[in-house]
T-cell receptor, first 112, second 113 residues
Framework: DVKVTQSSRYLVKRTGEKVFLECVQDMDHENMFWYRQDPGLGLRLIYFSYDVKMKEKGDIPEGYSVSREKKERFSLILESASTNQTSMYLC???????????FGPGTRLTVL | GENVEQHPSTLSVQEGDSAVIKCTYSDSASNYFPWYKQELGKRPQLIIDIRSNVGEKKDQRIAVTLNKTAKHFSLHITETQPEDSAVYFCAASNPAGGFKTIFGAGTRLFVKA
């Protein structure tokens, strides 16, 4: 059974802080994704990684960066958090060229 | 760019009735169409999917239909139960052609007991 975990379920940060969101998967998946989920907008892709140290911008990368130093771990970084980054953040992983993505439980981030 | 439109945004049905959620995609190269269910406070989970070489797929009370010509696919839930209440997302992708999956905006389904 695929397991995708995220470091925090809830996080509260202040404007300007640097924020790290961690995602770990235990199924040796090559591909990993970060989405943000907002009401009425569905899931929007921030960044994805198709292999270790590889990353590609998604649809809304501004204000975010990512790190993939190990295959199982994909980190999302908010360099300087802003209130418009308050959202639910979902990580997902997938076997390369396979169909199904497996999601983590999400991190609800509030930026004050 | 590619997009997926999903309707309705909210759907309320009586227990035992059927529910239908519709999606339209723009990228004609899409060939994989999953549906995810997200219960309140939980992660999205795949409930059914369909590939472009199939027109319909059924799994107990849920079914999905695909019209490639119209670039349209739908989720059908029959004999709805209160535990079907959730947000449902459709999506479209071409796994062999890249990494992006485009999601619809979601449909919040309420099943009234």
């Amino acid at each position: 059974d695929v397991k995708v975990t995220q470091s925090s379920r809830y996080l509260v940060k202040r404007t300007g802080e640097k924020v790290f969101l961690e995602c770990v998967q235990d199924m040796d998946h090559e591909n990993m994704f970060w989405y943000r989920q907002d009401p009425g907008l569905g899931l929007r892709l921030i960044y994805f990684s198709y292999d270790v140290k590889m990353k590609e911008k998604g649809d809304i990368p501004e204000g975010y960066s990512v790190s993939r130093e190990k295959k199982e771990r994909f980190s999302l970084i908010l360099e300087s958090a802003s209130t418009n980054q308050t959202s639910m953040y979902l990580c997902a992983s997938r076997m390369d060229r396979e169909d199904t993505q497996y999601f983590g439980p999400g991190t609800r981030l509030t930026v004050l | 760019g590619e997009n997926v439109e999903q309707h309705p945004s909210t759907l309320s049905v009586q227990e035992g009735d059927s529910a239908v959620i519709k999606c339209t995609y723009s990228d004609s190269a899409s060939n994989y169409f999953p549906w995810y269910k997200q219960e309140l406070g939980k992660r999205p989970q795949l409930i059914i999917d369909i590939r472009s070489n199939v027109g319909e797929k059924k799994d107990q009370r849920i079914a999905v239909t695909l019209n490639k010509t119209a670039k349209h696919f739908s989720l059908h839930i029959t004999e709805t139960q209160p535990e079907d209440s959730a947000v449902y997302f459709c999506a479209a992708s071409n796994p062999a052609g890249g990494f992006k999956t485009i999601f619809g905006a979601g449909t919040r389904l309420f099943v009234k007991a």
